[in-house]
């Protein structure tokens, strides 16, 4: 049973998009739509161009924003607003997880490579809001994306947790690399299970997994 390895666990940080909400929601498929418009715009390119683009610095960089402010010298800011506006009606609230989420000791916290504006419109819309001790995005860890370690460093250091009594959980896998060399225990969420040395567990279902801690 998973509780066992999370007994002395408390700080509980939870990744934002396809984690909160599960990916079949597909929010984050606007987000990529208002990217490759965003890249158009901003570097004069086709659609296409822009499109593979996108998924290049994605995967180069960890993401988008990352690889058009280190070869373009894009402005974040005006990115994040632009990228994030979008319909959150797809969301809707989860009182299973709320209750799960409510009841783990110790504190919670979202850390996202989104924005904290953004994930807190996310937090609300899945009735969420108010469990939460802090929600930090890319901002907070000065633009620098996950999966960086120097990224998670400036964040862990921000919060003051304490690594070996933390767990991660995040749908992609390469998020996971630098917390489980850090300490945290990881879990990766997502429909199918992705097997690697830095993942401890995997679940589909982020509510059902928690409610397994708390027994």
């Known amino acids: 049973m998973p509780a066992a390895y999370f007994t002395e666990t408390r700080t509980w940080v939870f990744d934002l998009d396809n984690t909160l909400y599960p990916s079949h929601m597909r929010l984050f498929d606007q987000i990529e739509q208002r990217m490759?418009?965003?890249v158009m715009r901003a570097?004069?390119?086709s659609e296409p161009e822009a499109n593979r683009l996108r998924k290049q610095y994605w995967a180069d960089y960890g993401?988008?924003?990352?690889?058009?402010?280190?070869?373009h010298d894009l402005d974040p800011l005006p990115y994040l607003v632009a990228v994030h506006d979008i319909d959150f009606g797809a969301l809707?609230?989860?009182p299973e997880l709320r209750a799960r989420i409510a009841a783990l000791p110790g504190r919670k916290i979202v850390y996202t490579n989104g924005s904290e504006p953004y994930a807190r419109r996310v937090i609300g819309a899945r009735g969420l809001e108010g469990l939460f001790d802090r929600v930090y995005g890319v901002e907070h860890a000065g633009f620098r994306p996950k999966p960086e370690p120097e990224a998670f460093a400036a964040i862990f250091a921000r919060d003051g947790l304490e690594v070996t009594r933390a767990a991660m959980f995040e749908d992609d896998p390469r998020n996971l690399a630098a917390p489980h060399a850090m300490g945290l225990r990881t879990v990766h969420v997502a429909p199918e299970p992705h097997p690697a040395p830095h993942i401890h567990h995997?679940?589909?279902d982020l509510a059902g997994f928690l409610g397994q801690l708390l027994r």
Do not use: Q
Request: proline share 5%.
């Open 36 to 38: 490759t418009a965003y």
């Open 43 to 45: 570097l004069g390119v």
């Open 63 to 71: 993401t988008t924003l990352a690889g058009l402010m280190r070869l």
């Open 92 to 94: 809707t609230p989860d």
């Open 202 to 204: 995997h679940t589909d």
